[in-house]
């Protein structure tokens, strides 16, 4: 993955980046291992964004149709199609099929509606956050940024190479496969393993 340029507009912190030459974009949605590449690019050398909100661009992807199943039944298409800007850790098919299948099964359920959306907030981050800005939050605190999510509760974002390494609340680790698809209301990461509050 190529930490891509971007200006973080909103959310974390009032945080101006230096360009970096030569990166790539992407907003088109790619597999778990690679990023696809796109030239859509303005004149300053931004991403351009696409017309799809966040949750028009999972549907349209067939790695999130889980995803997109729990939005509905959570009740937060609204929400995620609203103007926002907000970054959302999407976790993949193969993330949610490491969830236990009961559990899986339970979340979805009407009477757990709150409890899905809680665990969904807790992917979503407001402010359109690129990676190459998680990367600069990164490297400015030592190797470690504690990002705050929707749900109140932390992120804890590492590098591991050239990815980004999220753990949750519970210790567990999820690791952004597939970065910077653009939104028109922010920006979708997509993440291998569900984290947990």
Do not use: W
């Amino acid at each position: 993955m190529k930490i891509l340029k971007s200006t973080l507009i909103s959310g974390l912190s009032a945080l101006a980046l230096a360009a970096c030459s030569g990166s790539d974009t992407s907003d088109t949605v790619a597999t778990d291992t690679e990023v696809v590449q796109d030239d859509a690019m303005i004149s300053d050398g931004t991403q351009a964004t696409t017309d799809k909100n966040i949750v028009a661009l999972a549907q349209g992807n067939p790695q999130a149709s889980t995803l997109v199943t729990a939005v509905t039944a959570a009740g937060l298409a609204e929400t995620l199609s609203g103007s926002g800007p907000f970054t959302l850790f999407a976790p993949s098919n193969a993330a949610f099929a490491k969830v236990d299948k009961a559990t899986l099964d339970g979340l979805l359920k009407p009477e757990s509606k709150a409890k899905l959306a809680a665990l969904l907030k807790y992917h979503v981050v407001a402010g359109n956050v690129k990676a190459a800005d998680l990367a600069k939050l990164i490297a400015d605190g030592n190797g470690t940024a504690a990002v705050t999510t929707l749900n109140g509760g932390t992120l804890k974002a590492r590098m591991n190479g050239d990815k980004i390494v999220l753990t949750d609340a519970k210790g567990g680790k999820s690791t952004v496969t597939s970065a910077d698809m653009a939104a028109s209301n922010g920006t979708v990461h997509m993440v291998d393993t569900v984290v947990m509050p």
